[in-house]
């Protein structure tokens, strides 16, 4: 099962800007469909954004969409979620998670189709 490790956290003021990373250890990265997913406190965790297993497809929320991109590279086993235009409705533990299921870009919106997750990182944006 591949491990994932988040990184790129933090704190930074509305309209800022941060970079998630996750890394993932192993030759097998490219057999992974990646998505981003966040949880804020109290509420359920919800679908950010996701990438195919050659990075030639993304598909975001609609909350993100014009704001957040998702990319990967292979070669350095790693996704990333470049987040601008940040706002306090984007406060929320960040995870990422692999899937190795190959389907319609729409099904890795939901978590039940990802066998594989992070353990977090968390952003803090301040009005």
């Known amino acids: 099962q591949v491990q994932l490790v988040e990184s790129g956290g933090g704190l930074v003021q509305a309209g800022g800007s941060l970079r998630l990373s996750c890394a993932a250890p192993?030759?097998?990265?490219?057999?992974?469909?990646m998505g981003w997913f966040r949880q804020a406190p109290g509420k359920e965790r919800e679908f950010v954004a996701a990438i195919n297993r050659s990075g030639s497809s993304t598909y975001y929320a609609d909350s993100v969409k014009g704001r957040f991109t998702i990319s990967r590279d292979n070669a350095k086993n790693t996704v990333y979620l470049q987040m601008n235009s940040l706002t306090p409705e984007d406060t929320a533990g960040y995870y990422c998670?692999?899937?190795?299921?190959?389907?319609?870009?729409?099904?890795?919106?939901?978590?039940?189709?990802?066998?594989?997750w992070g353990q977090g990182t968390q952003v803090v944006v301040s009005s």
């Open positions: 192993g030759r097998t990265f490219s057999n992974y469909a």
């Open positions: 998670a692999a899937s190795g299921r190959v389907g319609p870009m729409a099904m890795f919106t939901s978590t039940e189709h990802y066998n594989a």
